[in-house]
């Protein structure tokens, strides 16, 4: 139980070192009206724009490393005091802690590419790994079955954004929001922003970003 729970603990401590990596990032001109169209194509992880993945450990898959976290991290959420398990003082069982170590691993941890098929309903989008996920554009919630439970998906357009909302059993919530950016003069590229929140996660945890530039054709 200790262990499990340091690992947890650990994941956390890897999301919360990401912040850095993004400071000072300017801000990108976008098209003022997205469609799902524009999200189409194949899109290649450029670690130069978003996160520092040297400081987050990314681009490790969850299991890389036997007994701890990407990136060599370790500790609890600073001033989080650890998970806190909602305030009970009682640690969930150790079955429910390793799927919240699986969980926090697995939506902290980038594909390098991701390949985005659209139509005016929904948007697909294929993970270099074979993990694959649809994105129902209609704003209600859609049931997925998995490995470690269920998750509750929401997409919807938020101010010219594509918000998509994952929800575990686990009570944790990831948020993805997804843009197209056109910087003046250069290539488009597709930014999509993380934040992880709830199931004893702790409420100071950074947004990740990661930009994905367009891959040439091949």
């Not at 040297?54 to 600073?78: H, L, N, Y």
């Not at 989080?80 to 969980?103: H, N, Q, V, W, Y």
């Not at 554009?137 to 954004?161: F, N, P, S």
């Not at 003046?184 to 996660?201: I, M």
Request: with cysteine.
């Amino acid at each position: 139980m200790v262990i499990l729970r340091k690992t947890v603990n650990v994941a956390i401590a890897v999301v919360c070192a990401m912040s850095t990596g993004s400071a000072g990032v300017t801000a990108r001109a976008q098209p003022t009206t997205l469609t799902p169209a524009d999200f189409a194509g194949r899109w290649v992880l450029d670690p130069s724009g978003g996160d520092d993945p040297k400081k987050s450990g990314e681009g490790e898959r969850p299991g890389d490393r036997q007994g701890g976290a990407p990136g060599g991290f370790s500790g609890g959420v600073p001033g989080g005091g650890g998970m806190g398990f909602g305030g009970s003082g009682t640690p969930p069982d150790r079955a429910k802690l390793e799927r919240m170590r699986r969980i926090v691993l697995a939506e902290t941890t980038p594909p390098k590419t991701i390949v985005i098929t659209a139509d005016p309903k929904q948007i697909a989008v294929t993970a270099d790994d074979g993990r694959a996920e649809v994105l129902i554009l209609d704003g209600k919630r859609h049931l997925r079955l998995t490995g470690d439970g269920e998750i509750y998906t929401t997409t919807r357009w938020v101010a010219g954004q594509l918000v998509s909302e994952r929800r575990y059993d686990e009570g944790i919530k990831a948020t993805r929001t997804y843009v197209v950016e056109a910087p003046a003069g250069g290539a488009r590229r597709v930014v999509v922003t993380l934040k992880l929140e709830g199931g004893g996660l702790g409420s100071k945890l950074p947004e990740l970003r990661r930009v994905y530039s367009a891959s040439p054709p091949q």
